[in-house]
C-alpha cells in the first residue's frame, strides 16, 4: 500500500531529482547569506534588496561577495 501522492513527479522527487533539488537550495542559502550579511554590514542597501530577491542560485551572491563588495563606492 502507498500512503504517498501518486502524481508524476513522486517518484522522481525522491531519486535523483530530490537530491539535486537538496543541494541546489542549501547551495543557495549558503551563499545567499553570506552576501546577505555583507551587504548589510556595509551598508549596501540597494545590494541587499537585490540581493533577497532575485534569485540566482548563488551566481549573483557570489559575484558580489568577490567582486562588487571590494569596490568603492562614492557615497
Given amino acids: 500500500m502507498h500512503w504517498g501522492w501518486n502524481g508524476p513527479w513522486d517518484g522522481w522527487f525522491w531519486g535523483i531529482g530530490g537530491l539535486f533539488l537538496s543541494v541546489l537550495i542549501l547551495w543557495t542559502l549558503v551563499w545567499k547569506g553570506m552576501a546577505l550579511w555583507k551587504a ?13 530577491l532575485i534569485n540566482t ?14 569596490k568603492k563606492w562614492a557615497a
Avoid: N, Q, T
Fill in 40 to 52: 548589510a554590514r556595509h551598508g549596501h542597501k540597494i545590494w541587499f534588496v537585490a540581493l533577497l
Fill in 57 to 70: 542560485a548563488g551566481l549573483l551572491e557570489i559575484l558580489y561577495i568577490y567582486f562588487f563588495s571590494k
